[in-house]
């Protein structure tokens, strides 16, 4: 595996449509989850987690096939940006740890947003090919949160990042 590209260790094929519901899944899977239709009013408890990763992500698009959908967008973004997400996670399995998070490389972000991300997250580990410095930025959640609220608290996390080169 190269260690160039956006790796999210969760996956899953993901689509959004303009009718606002996110389904999960290759119509020939017979998982459940992967089959998983979301509206905005989705309850996070109600999303079931992807296990599946190791994946490199060459490209925004392929961010759909490897982060659920209340961080969807905000991966995307981070991407748009030339920020390296490592890691995300926002699924019923979280709302045990009353957090959804999203890791990112420090290594890879700019003077200026190591100075953000340290303001914003928790400094931790990130294993991989390598082990390197991560800053987990992290959304506090409840069984009562809703995908659209997570995803707006999300985008908000990066608006509040600057663009930069990869």
Not at 65 to 76: R, T
Request: proline share 4%.
């Amino acid at each position: 595996m190269r260690d160039t590209g956006f790796f999210i260790p969760y996956a899953a094929t993901l689509r959004f449509t303009d009718l606002n519901w996110y389904n999960f899944g290759m119509e020939s899977s017979d998982n459940p989850i992967l089959k998983q239709e979301l509206t905005e009013a989705t309850l996070l408890s109600d999303i079931e987690p992807i296990e599946e990763g190791g994946m490199v992500v060459e490209n925004r698009e392929d961010l759909r096939s490897f982060v659920e959908a209340p961080l969807l967008e905000a991966c995307q973004r981070f991407f748009d940006k030339g920020i390296k997400t490592v890691f995300s996670s926002a699924n019923k399995k979280d709302v045990r740890s009353g957090y959804a998070h999203i890791a990112l490389d420090f290594e890879s972000l700019s003077p200026v947003n190591q100075k953000i991300a340290m303001s914003l997250g928790k400094e931790g580990i990130i294993h991989g090919s390598r082990i390197r410095k991560g800053i987990y930025l992290e959304i506090p959640i409840t069984e009562t949160s809703i995908l659209g609220e997570i995803k707006k608290k999300a985008l908000a996390l990066v608006d509040k990042f600057e663009n930069q080169s990869i």
